[in-house]
């Protein structure tokens, strides 16, 4: 799932009954607490089974791009049927990207794709943002299923989120990569792999 943020405009544009079928059986694979998996199985283990090695985690930005990937194949085919199934999957991720919020800042904490180094718990810039757009996304899927609640839900928290992003890792110049919500420690310098998908 976590390569899938780069590169399932391919899918969408080339093949969209696969990748409709992918982002089915992640929401098949999706755990009992709502999160998406890393993986959805693997070719040397087994299919359709996320119990493998590196397969669970406990990234945000999983689950985020999920909810945002399934809005955008519904807005590329207009498979409305496609969308009304994964809508009670859309709103139990997005209840485990609330409950990831360990320290209160609204912020989900967990590891992420970009595992090229272990960050400490907090506010991580790239959860931040994938989570932002996640909120989004789930507003505009809760409109298209007439659920005006869950919409202005979605679209309080995104406002709660936006302010405490910036409170939290703003620096007046750019976005700190990464700040503790229970000490003053942080990482100041901006997050280089926020070009990664250009490079």
Wanted: negative net charge; glycine residues 8%.
């Amino acid at each position: 799932m976590d390569q899938r943020m780069a590169a399932h405009a391919f899918y969408t544009q080339l093949f969209p009954s696969l990748d409709k079928s992918e982002l089915d059986l992640f929401a098949q694979c999706q755990q009992d607490d709502g999160r998406i998996t890393h993986f959805n199985g693997n070719f040397h283990e087994v299919l359709g089974d996320p119990n493998v090695g590196y397969g669970v985690t406990d990234w945000p930005d999983l689950s985020a791009s999920w909810v945002l990937q399934v809005l955008k194949l519904y807005r590329w085919t207009g498979d409305a049927g496609f969308l009304r199934a994964m809508w009670p999957h859309m709103q139990k991720a997005m209840a485990w990207l609330e409950s990831a919020d360990e320290d209160g800042d609204l912020i989900p904490e967990g590891g992420s794709t970009y595992d090229y180094e272990t960050l400490p718990r907090g506010a991580f810039v790239y959860s931040a943002s994938c989570y932002l757009g996640a909120l989004l996304a789930a507003k505009a899927t809760a409109e298209v299923m007439q659920d005006e609640a869950a919409a202005k839900a979605y679209y309080e928290r995104f406002y709660a989120v936006r302010r405490a992003t910036m409170d939290r890792l703003w620096n007046g110049e750019f976005f700190r990569k990464w700040r503790s919500g229970k000490t003053d420690a942080e990482n100041p310098n901006s997050f280089v792999a926020a070009l990664a998908g250009d490079w």
